[in-house]
């Protein structure tokens, strides 16, 4: 479960399959901060009769803990382990790794089995913020940058400005124009050019903190519409988060190495 500031995706994971990443059989988003928890055990879980254990990488405190104590009203026999830094099999070459957003570190799971070995690698996560980080040839966590995501970016313009609408830009599926005709398109074109710019600009910086040519993979809900603007060598991984978490399930409980592993 990934937890976020704008909604929960859940994955089923099945299976002992690592090549070359877990996938969910079964996945599941749960928009807003206080979604309807009832619906995990319809819509994911059907049809589920052995116990499963439950892995949570959240960001939201707040939405964990209320789905902390769900699991432990609705599902009070099955394991729950919610993720901190110390738990991931990964390197954080930073001073408090404690203080890095466990999204970032568990994307950095996940790209440490997709790179190649002993070549850099960055992760794009477009979600409420946007993040893009490095990893060590190594396979060691550097670090990276952190900025407003497109939604987040909306609503300040709206929130810090009298005439300026507030726009939903959850339904932007693909790229708009760069020229805006009225004021609403310009500011579409304007907050998801922006966030283009931004990515294709701290790509090509930090690109150039690591010796070797750097693998790029791209995530997050708003990546669908970013996907094929960052150039052809990006890889576009949908459920990047969620296979860190199945990927640091499965260290715990078998003992797995991994790229980049401390262990």
Do not use: C
Request: net charge negative; proline share 7%.
């Amino acid at each position: 479960m990934d937890v976020g500031n704008s909604g929960t995706k859940l994955g089923l994971f099945e299976g002992d399959s690592l090549d070359p990443l877990p996938e969910p059989s079964r996945a599941l988003y749960l928009a807003g901060e206080e979604p309807d928890l009832d619906r995990i055990a319809q819509k994911l879980l059907e049809g589920v009769v052995q116990g499963v254990s439950w892995w949570i990488g959240s960001v939201n405190r707040p939405a964990a803990t209320r789905l902390l104590d769900w699991l432990r009203e609705n599902r009070p026999e099955e394991r729950i382990t919610l993720l901190a830094s110390g738990d991931l099999p990964l390197v954080v070459a930073l001073e408090r790794p404690d203080m890095v957003g466990i999204d970032r570190l568990l994307d950095a799971v996940a790209a440490n089995r997709l790179r190649r070995l002993g070549q850099p690698a960055m992760v794009v996560d477009v979600g409420s913020a946007i993040t893009v980080n490095l990893i060590s040839a190594e396979g060691a966590f550097r670090g990276g940058a952190i900025l407003p995501g497109i939604g987040m970016s909306a609503r300040a313009m709206h929130a810090f400005t009298d005439l300026l609408p507030l726009l939903d830009m959850r339904d932007l599926t693909s790229p708009p124009p760069p020229l805006g005709a009225a004021t609403v398109p310009a500011m579409r074109s304007g907050l998801f050019w922006g966030a283009v710019g931004a990515i294709r600009e701290l790509i090509s910086r930090l690109a150039g903190q690591d010796a070797g040519q750097v693998q790029v993979f791209l995530t997050g809900g708003a990546s669908p519409a970013v996907a094929g603007l960052l150039g052809e060598t990006v890889q576009h991984v949908p459920h990047l988060t969620l296979a860190g978490i199945a990927l640091t399930a499965r260290h715990q409980g078998l003992g797995l190495r991994v790229q980049g592993s401390a262990t």
